[in-house]
């Protein structure tokens, strides 16, 4: 259990939103916690979606603060620049980094929050050392590139591992999960210890993507108070 009670963070993901009228699905989630922008390049990963000039103007019209997850390569160059943009939060894969320290440092000296994102198959355990470093680490739970993926159990474990290794060092850093996040898998992965849920067909697939929010908060926040409860002796 963590020492000081964890916040609990419903992100959209904008991939499975209408890329004709972003503005407007902007809009339409504007109870989420902040908004997930998902930028690929078709080389870290084989889709294509948008890049940083669309991302500014997201920042200037979105009702929430944007958290983008950098699906690129030569990433080390971009995502200073995204932090410039005045995003909340730019999340960079280490496996994309030539200097993840480094990178780590700069987002936060241009005043965003820095994240560092895992693939499925990358452990954790190279990383612990720089945790100190990070505001969030996003575990993916699908590989990424694509929206509306099965969950992936198999990553359970390290967000366990993640979680332990984060309340044993004291340090405030935040696990994010990203990729088949539903009603029913927010439940497992809040348990194993992740407290920010990215969910993209999840939200932008139902008829009312607010109502889908809150369906999901409501579950992850059924996890958060049962591991807050006091426990039996
Ligand atoms: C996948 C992206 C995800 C994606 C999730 O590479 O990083 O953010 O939008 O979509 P769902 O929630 O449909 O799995
Ligand atoms: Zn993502």
Redesign the pocket.
Known sequence: MSASPLKCCINP?I??ADFANLEAELARISNADAA?V?VMDNRF?PNLTIGLPVVERLQKVSPVPLDA?L?ISEVDRWAPQFADAGLASVTFHVEASDAPVKLARELRARGSKAGMALRPATPVEPYLDMLAELDMLLIMT?E??????AFLDVTLPKIRRARAAIDGSGVDVAIQV????TEETIVRAAEAGANIF?????VYGKPSPADAIESLRANAHLVFAKNSAPQPV
């Open positions: 993901s991939l499975s997930h998902d990963v997850h699906m699908v990424p590139g694509f929206g509306g993926q990203d990729g088949g996040v990215v969910a993209g067909s999840s």
